[in-house]
């Protein structure tokens, strides 16, 4: 009776591992996660300074999608207003101060026609009411120092190849003494001519307006496509957050619906649809689990109470201790199959677990250190989490003496680290320690009784909540294994 038992659940055994691994590529499928899908795409960090970029542009899309349309707005732009400077700007300040050059020239023709007896009223009224000029016919004197020309002032240097090209006299300007007013003096033979003309008579003043203009309604459209992208972007964040919550084991959010542009719409539709599928094969998995329960736990029952009939002998205990070894496994197998999905998040203090894993530690007689740094609240799945912990200290316990257990919760993620002086497991069998009903030659897993899922399923909880474990060496000699996710 005990063999036949026996062979019955390590039949069960690649039945619920082949099912459980369908269902894995199934899920990647889904999620286009199969190696090698992605192989075929372009890397177009490979080409000359795309590294360099890729590495100081922002990463979101919606900071990508607003650069996607202030960078050519702010390009066109500054195009148009390097066209506006040089063909309207310029040009008009040139026709201007030429303008205002050629009534200066025809003011100093006049002095120096008509000179008189030193009376320049007349001609001084002239300039004054007809050609807008202000003057003033000095004694001669020397013209004062130079000053420097400002960084950027299109007046001064038009002003100058203007004066130099139609007078031809000695001179002096000022552009930057009055805002409202442009100082000449010119050394002429007997006199010095000192004139005050309008800047805008030699200027082109009203640029401030189409700077103003531009800036105005580069903001306006950019405030627009703020408020556009942001009722874009914001489906596509709530799909992400909701796959995310999904592959961590949480109900979607009450709020998300579908919405936003048809191809948001098209790939939240298939998310439901994909996720519906995943969880009606896992309840049809789960059912038919309980039913090969069930069956199993029937037989089981029904060997107990025939032995029950039998005399007390040696042949009986090993008969009950193989049943019991039997029940125990057949539980391991559907704690395996059924995993943690059903159970909902809350909140767990990392203390009182290290707490109870140093008592037990205590009560096998080995050496458990266990420390928490950061905040040791969690927001996980309790009895998963806590079941995925105990699968490696109660590993590390059985197969060393002295065991490390540190809780790192940094930000949003904490690290589990559990370490030991025990046998440890060689490099090149740790990633075949994760997959179910495997036992290693090694021996870790060879322990009375053990299935060998231990760490298949510390490996499933940690995966559900969006994070995973990592077998390295110890410092003490031994195993470490890291639990990593974000809570």
Same mark, same amino acid.
């Given at each position: 009776?005990?063999?036949?038992?026996?062979?019955?659940?390590?039949?069960?055994?690649?039945? /619920?591992?082949?099912?459980?691994?369908?269902?894995?590529?199934?899920?990647?499928?889904?999620?286009?996660?199969?190696?090698?899908?992605?192989?075929?795409?372009?890397?177009?960090?490979?080409?000359?300074?795309?590294?360099?970029?890729?590495?100081?542009?922002?990463?979101?899309?919606?900071?990508?999608?607003?650069?996607?349309?202030?960078?050519?707005?702010?390009? /066109?732009?500054?195009?148009?207003?390097?066209?506006?400077?040089?063909?309207?700007?310029?040009?008009?300040?040139?026709?201007?101060?030429?303008?205002?050059?050629?009534?200066?020239?025809?003011?100093?023709?006049?002095?120096?026609?008509?000179?008189?007896?030193?009376? =320049?009223?007349?001609?001084?009224?002239?300039?004054?009411?007809?050609?807008?000029?202000?003057?003033?016919?000095?004694?001669?004197?020397?013209?004062?120092?130079?000053?420097?020309?400002?960084? =950027?002032?299109?007046?001064?240097?038009?002003?100058?190849?203007?004066?130099?090209?139609?007078?031809?006299?000695?001179?002096?300007?000022?552009?930057?003494?009055?805002?409202?007013?442009?100082?000449?003096?010119?050394?002429?033979?007997?006199?010095?001519?000192?004139?005050?003309?309008?800047?805008?008579?030699?200027?082109?003043?009203?640029?401030? $307006?189409?700077?103003?203009?531009?800036?105005?309604?580069?903001?306006?459209?950019?405030? $627009?496509?703020?408020?556009?992208?942001?009722?874009?972007?914001?489906?596509?964040?709530?799909?992400?957050?909701?796959?995310?919550?999904?592959?961590?084991?949480?109900?979607?959010?009450?709020?998300?619906?579908?919405?936003?542009?048809?191809?948001?719409?098209?790939?939240?539709?298939?998310?439901?649809?994909?996720?519906?599928?995943?969880?009606?094969?896992?309840?049809?998995?789960?059912?038919?689990?309980?039913?090969?329960?069930?069956?199993?736990?029937?037989?089981?029952?029904? =060997?107990?109470?025939?032995?029950?009939?039998?005399?007390?002998?040696?042949?009986?205990?090993?008969?009950?201790?193989?049943?019991?070894?039997?029940?125990?496994?057949?539980?391991?197998?559907?704690?395996?199959?059924?995993?943690?999905?059903?159970?909902?998040?809350?909140?767990?203090?990392?203390?009182?677990?290290?707490?109870?894993?140093?008592?037990?530690?205590?009560?096998?007689?080995?050496?458990?250190?266990?420390?928490?740094?950061?905040?040791?609240?969690?927001?996980?799945?309790?009895?998963?989490?806590?079941?995925?912990?105990?699968?490696?200290?109660?590993?590390?316990?059985?197969?060393?003496?002295?065991?490390?257990?540190?809780?790192?919760?940094?930000?949003?993620?904490?690290?589990?680290?559990?370490?030991?002086?025990?046998?440890?497991?060689?490099?090149?069998?740790?990633?075949?320690?994760?997959?179910?009903?495997?036992?290693?030659?090694?021996?870790?897993?060879?322990?009375?009784?053990?299935?060998?899922?231990?760490?298949?399923?510390?490996?499933?909880?940690?995966?559900?909540?969006?994070?995973?474990?990592?077998?390295?060496?110890?410092?003490?000699?031994?195993?470490?294994?890291?639990?990593?996710?974000?809570?």
């Amino acid at each position: 009776m005990k063999t036949p038992g026996l062979t019955a659940l390590r039949r069960l055994g690649p039945v /619920l591992g082949g099912l459980r691994a369908r269902l894995g590529e199934r899920l990647g499928d889904r999620l286009g996660q199969r190696p090698g899908r992605l192989s075929k795409v372009p890397r177009l960090r490979s080409l000359p300074g795309m590294r360099w970029l890729s590495r100081r542009t922002p990463k979101g899309l919606y900071a990508r999608s607003l650069i996607i349309i202030i960078a050519p707005m702010v390009l /066109l732009q500054a195009v148009v207003a390097s066209v506006f400077m040089e063909r309207h700007w310029a040009t008009v300040t040139q026709r201007l101060s030429a303008a205002v050059v050629q009534d200066i020239a025809a003011v100093i023709e006049v002095i120096e026609t008509f000179p008189g007896n030193g009376d =320049f009223t007349e001609i001084t009224r002239i300039a004054r009411d007809t050609l807008d000029l202000n003057i003033l016919v000095l004694p001669p004197e020397p013209l004062p120092p130079a000053a420097p020309r400002p960084f =950027f002032n299109i007046l001064d240097g038009v002003l100058s190849e203007e004066i130099t090209a139609k007078i031809g006299r000695p001179f002096w300007i000022d552009t930057v003494g009055d805002s409202r007013l442009v100082e000449i003096r010119i050394q002429l033979e007997n006199h010095m001519l000192r004139v005050f003309a309008r800047r805008n008579s030699a200027y082109a003043s009203n640029t401030h $307006i189409f700077i103003a203009w531009m800036v105005g309604t580069s903001l306006v459209l950019i405030l $627009i496509a703020v408020l556009f992208l942001r009722n874009q972007i914001r489906p596509i964040q709530q799909l992400a957050a909701a796959a995310e919550g999904f592959g961590r084991g949480q109900s979607l959010p009450p709020d998300f619906r579908l919405r936003g542009a048809s191809e948001v719409r098209k790939a939240a539709l298939a998310f439901i649809q994909m996720r519906d599928r995943i969880e009606r094969q896992i309840e049809q998995r789960t059912q038919m689990l309980n039913g090969v329960s069930h069956d199993l736990r029937t037989v089981l029952t029904r =060997f107990r109470l025939q032995l029950t009939f039998f005399s007390d002998s040696e042949d009986r205990r090993e008969l009950e201790s193989d049943i019991s070894e039997m029940q125990r496994m057949l539980e391991g197998y559907l704690a395996f199959a059924r995993g943690e999905a059903g159970e909902d998040v809350g909140v767990l203090d990392l203390e009182t677990v290290f707490d109870r894993f140093r008592s037990e530690a205590q009560m096998k007689g080995k050496n458990l250190t266990a420390a928490v740094l950061g905040d040791p609240t969690i927001l996980v799945r309790p009895d998963g989490f806590t079941r995925a912990i105990s699968n490696l200290v109660s590993n590390a316990l059985r197969h060393a003496q002295t065991v490390e257990l540190t809780a790192r919760h940094e930000g949003r993620w904490l690290t589990v680290t559990v370490e030991d002086d025990g046998p440890g497991i060689p490099p090149d069998a740790r990633e075949e320690a994760f997959k179910p009903f495997v036992r290693l030659d090694s021996a870790r897993n060879m322990d009375d009784g053990g299935t060998g899922l231990g760490l298949s399923i510390a490996r499933d909880i940690a995966r559900s909540h969006g994070g995973d474990i990592l077998l390295t060496e110890s410092t003490l000699g031994g195993l470490r294994a890291v639990i990593r996710i974000p809570a």
